[in-house]
């Protein structure tokens, strides 16, 4: 099984507390998804993230292939990290670690995503499809997060 590392890292105008309301509240998740990958949550949610959270959602990451995916939030210290690994789904490993650090300008959003394709040689075959289908995901995050005006 080959482990694919991702990390992003992005600055945004706002305070460390702002962000983390933002980011700890599940219901932003389709704000920051890009309308194409048919982000559909199907679980009921908090206001609030909390470890052992479940959430529920499909999506379509190449159409017209939709998958169920569910992921649980295993760990979290406000206002600095949450991590969400997948418990279901289309990766055989999915580990997300959310760091976030107060700056001088703001605030510094870093990712770390681990993880591993299914299917053997033919995930293997779809790495760089899948790698830059990641990088179209993130890009449309850092302009959604970089145009947000009301930052409570």
Known sequence: MKI???????FIGTSLQAAWDFFSDPRNLPVITP????????SKLPERMHPGLLIEYRVTPFPPVSVKWITEITHMVEPILFVDEQRFGPYRLW?????FRETAEGVE?????TYALP????GAAAAGL????????????????????DWR
Request: no cysteine; net charge positive; glycine share 4%.
């Open 95 to 99: 580990h997300h670690q959310h760091h």
């Open 119 to 122: 299917f053997g040689v033919f």
């Open 4 to 10: 694919h590392r991702l990390e992003k890292t992005q």
């Open 35 to 42: 309308p194409d990958l048919g982000f559909r949550i199907a």
């Open 130 to 149: 899948v790698n830059r289908r990641l990088d179209e995901i993130f890009r449309f995050r850092q302009q959604i997060l970089a145009e947000k005006k």
């Open 109 to 113: 959003i870093r990712d770390l995503v």
